[in-house]
């Protein structure tokens, strides 16, 4: 599901830029036990592409693909990453154009909280991830979609939402295996954490 107006100011600014340079990718690089350096990473849900920075900039990627559903989010992250060793396109979550078991990591800041068949993205990034791989991921909870400023001021699907335990729990069954504890921000409303493909 694509964002709203509101949503997209939300997340295309410059606090948010920030946020995600500074305290997201040291909570990323923790998780990681590291970085990831020469490693090809794929963002999924890419927005305007901060994130394809910090993944190259602040985690040590040697490259990234990354794609997002919004045809003019691409575009804003293809002018922004000009130059930069990135693969861009218009795609979506539950169906990714990648072969199986060809990147070494995969990088979720937000955005499965958005897709309506979350479980069938997490089997996509399942089967993407080479044997070993890493997924990082940042997400928001249920009960904080059911605010009534997430209510009333953004758009995303109502049923089938997932709490920290319930998103675990998915990762689990399709091989992905927490690393460490999943860490709670913001009050509850977000959760971070890392899983590996066995
Ligand atoms: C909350 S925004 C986060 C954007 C970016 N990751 C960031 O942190 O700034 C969620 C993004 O996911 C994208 N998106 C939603 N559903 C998607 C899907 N099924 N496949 C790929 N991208 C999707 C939206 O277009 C939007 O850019």
Redesign the pocket.
């Known amino acids: 599901?694509?964002?709203n107006s509101v949503?997209r100011a939300m997340?295309?600014n410059p606090l948010?830029a920030a946020h995600?340079h500074r305290r997201e990718a040291a909570w990323f690089r923790r998780l990681a036990g590291g970085d990831l350096a020469g490693q090809h990473v794929l963002?999924?849900?890419?927005?305007?592409g901060?994130?394809a920075e910090v993944i190259l900039d602040r985690l040590g990627a040697q490259q990234v693909t990354a794609?997002?559903?919004?045809d003019s989010?691409v575009e804003l992250a293809r002018k922004r990453l000009h130059g930069r060793p990135v693969s861009l396109s218009v795609?979506?979550?539950?169906a990714i154009s990648q072969p199986a078991a060809s990147v070494d990591a995969v990088v979720?800041?937000?955005?499965i909280?958005?897709?309506p068949d979350w479980q069938g993205?997490i089997g996509e990034i399942a089967r993407v991830l080479r044997p070993g791989g890493l997924l990082l991921f940042?997400e928001i909870t249920r009960h904080a979609l059911e605010w009534w400023a997430f209510r009333a001021l953004t758009d995303h699907p109502r049923e089938n939402r997932f709490e920290a335990d319930e998103f675990a729990a998915e990762l689990g069954r399709h091989g992905l295996h927490g690393t460490g504890t999943l860490e709670h921000r913001a009050g509850g409303a977000l959760f971070v954490g890392a899983a590996r493909k066995v």
Request: charged letters at 30%.
């Open positions: 599901m694509k964002l949503e997340m295309n948010r995600q963002e999924i849900g890419c927005g305007r901060v994130g794609f997002d559903l919004d989010m795609g979506d979550v539950n979720d800041f937000g955005i909280h958005h897709v993205a940042e």
